[in-house]
């Protein structure tokens, strides 16, 4: 049974910071790519980032240069340090995981991800 479960949700200031955690299990997870989006209730899910065991990483336009995503495939667990927050950035922010092996050019697409966590709500006050 694959698990993947998002903590460090919060409230912050404009231009704050917050980091989020992830922590997977029932997968191995080594061979898995681990991903973040955000969704505003209404709006389509928006990718945020994504690591690949490699270390490789991604990040959507909207938050380019506003954070770091790191994984550590010891203790199965990724996670997402934003920076400089902005209003536009409150929504659910999930955790997501796909296999690595195929093409990785639509890593930014949510139906590729094969799980999901439950999410963590993130509020950004101005």
């Known amino acids: 049974q694959v698990q993947l479960v998002e903590s460090g949700g919060g409230l912050v200031q404009a231009g704050g910071s917050l980091t989020l955690s992830c922590a997977a299990s029932g997968l191995p997870f080594s061979g898995y790519a681990m991903a973040w989006f955000r969704q505003v209730p209404g709006k389509e899910r928006e990718f945020v980032a994504v690591?690949?065991?490699?270390?490789?990483?991604h990040s959507g336009a909207s938050v380019e240069g506003r954070l770091t995503i790191s994984r550590d495939n010891a203790k199965n667990t990724v996670n997402l340090q934003m920076n400089s927050l902005k209003p536009e950035d409150t929504a659910v922010y999930y955790c997501?995981?796909?296999?690595?092996?195929?093409?990785?050019?639509?890593?930014?697409?949510?139906?590729?991800?094969?799980?999901w966590g439950q999410g963590t709500q993130v509020t950004v006050s101005s």
């Open positions: 690591i690949w065991s490699e270390g490789f990483t």
């Open positions: 997501a995981s796909r296999r690595q092996r195929g093409s990785r050019g639509s890593y930014y697409l949510a139906f590729q991800y094969d799980y």
